[in-house]
């Protein structure tokens, strides 16, 4: 054996540049596959946001106008209902009410809205703090000169149609983003999403535009509706707040057995 350098096999040299180029030209094709890819899913999904309306028939001011109508016929044409009311109130993450309190709610459109008390119990406190103002809150709402100014539409709201549809359950929906024109404890700032079919409130969620003594610190708001006699009625609310004075508080409020009377016209054909 010689003492001297040994010379690499020409052979084994040009075998490795050959790997070494078909590994970059299938990492290549790789990438350009990667991207070819990434953006077909970004069409995909942009050209889905666009046709969902397309889809529909309707363009997005069609949605907010038919969704307007649709909240606008059930304060004209309901003229009046009976609905059964729960409140609860729970303190730092417990599951342990607090205090309670149930109602029948009895609405006349000529009149506005009355209690009568089933049953109460729990702190005195809470009972004064929280479920009190919140009754008389929708009293006030339900009145006959302020429901108009608090209505879920053009009038009182900068609305904008998301361009994706949403679904919430089994139902089909549009989602809005949804603005106070002004500052007020019964308007809020955050979203709602209508049935795409009917153009009715399945939820609104959102913190008031304007903080509450009671609420204080801007609550997260949550109503889920279905579908009565052709109207969107609240059947749970949800009332998340945080306040130096109560520490972490939520109220909740379930509506049951409503018996809508009058006449309640379905208020989508």
């Known amino acids: 054996m010689s003492g001297g350098a040994i010379e690499p096999d020409r052979s084994e040299i040009d075998s490795v540049k050959l790997r070494n180029r078909s590994i970059r030209g299938r990492l290549k094709g790789e990438n350009t596959l990667m991207t070819l890819i990434r953006l077909t899913v970004m069409s995909t999904l942009l050209v889905s946001c666009m046709v969902n309306y397309g889809a529909m028939g309707q363009s997005k001011d069609a949605v ?48 506005g809205i009355e209690y009568t008390t089933i049953s109460q119990s729990g702190s005195s406190i809470f009972q004064n703090r929280v479920i009190e103002p919140s009754l008389a809150s929708e009293k006030q709402i339900y009145g006959l000169t302020i429901h108009g100014e608090v209505m879920l539409t053009t009038d009182n709201y900068e609305i904008l149609v998301e361009p994706a549809r949403n679904s919430i359950g089994i139902q089909d929906c ?16 955050g979203r709602a999403w209508v049935d795409a079919k009917t153009y009715l409130l399945v939820r609104v969620q959102g913190t008031q535009s304007k903080s ?58």
């Open 174 to 189: 549009v989602v809005l983003d949804v603005k106070a024109r002004r500052s007020s404890v019964y308007l809020i700032n």
């Open 64 to 111: 907010i106008s038919k969704t307007e109508a649709a909240i606008r016929a059930r304060f004209a044409n309901i003229q009046g209902y009976t609905v059964t009311e729960h409140y609860a109130v729970y303190r730092n993450g417990s599951t342990r009410p607090s205090a309670e309190k149930t109602v029948l709610a009895t609405y006349e459109k000529i009149k």
């Open 212 to 269: 509450s003594s009671l609420w204080a610190g801007t609550p997260l708001i949550t109503r889920d509706f279905t579908n009565v006699n052709g109207f969107a009625m609240v059947t749970h609310e949800k009332i998340e707040a945080h306040n130096f004075l109560l520490g972490q508080t939520v109220e909740e409020i379930e509506y049951k057995n409503y018996k809508v009377v009058g006449d309640a016209k379905p208020a989508v054909p």
